[in-house]
């Protein structure tokens, strides 16, 4: 099995910063396995893709709307991903989800693993 937990979620005023992240662990998680990625759902929306890193963090992909904004990182000798987020806008408030899954892809279909999410709120 493989338990995916986030923290750091929490208010922020627009323009705000806040750094997210996701522990991995579980019998069956093996870092040079498996790719890492955020996904975000704000209420009535779909899961939305925010970025991706490889085992070795030699690939990323990050949506377009983020990618100015927004770093993800991984730690593989710690099981840790992390997602820095910097200019924060309301349209970015959502609950935010760690993935896990063995191919590196934009499709929340594709992640076998999740966890239950931090919430971020982006709010004057």
């Known amino acids: 099995q493989v338990q995916l937990v986030e923290s750091g979620g929490g208010w922020v005023r627009p323009g705000g910063s806040v750094r997210l992240s996701c522990a991995a662990s579980?019998?069956?998680?093996?870092?040079?396995?498996?790719?890492l990625a955020w996904f975000r759902q704000a209420p009535g929306m779909g899961r939305e893709f925010v970025a991706a890193?490889?085992?070795?963090?030699?690939?990323?992909y990050q949506s377009d709307s983020v990618k100015a904004r927004f770093s993800i990182s991984r730690d593989n000798a710690k099981n840790t991903m992390d997602l820095q987020m910097n200019s924060l806008s309301p349209e970015d408030t959502a609950l935010y989800y760690c993935?896990?899954?063995?191919?590196?892809?934009?499709?929340?279909?594709?992640?076998?693993?999740w966890g239950q999410g931090t919430q971020v709120t982006v709010s004057s």
């Open positions: 890193i490889g085992w070795n963090g030699g690939r990323i």
């Open positions: 993935a896990a899954s063995t191919s590196l892809s934009m499709r929340p279909l594709l992640y076998d693993h």
């Open positions: 579980g019998r069956t998680f093996n870092s040079t396995t498996y790719y």
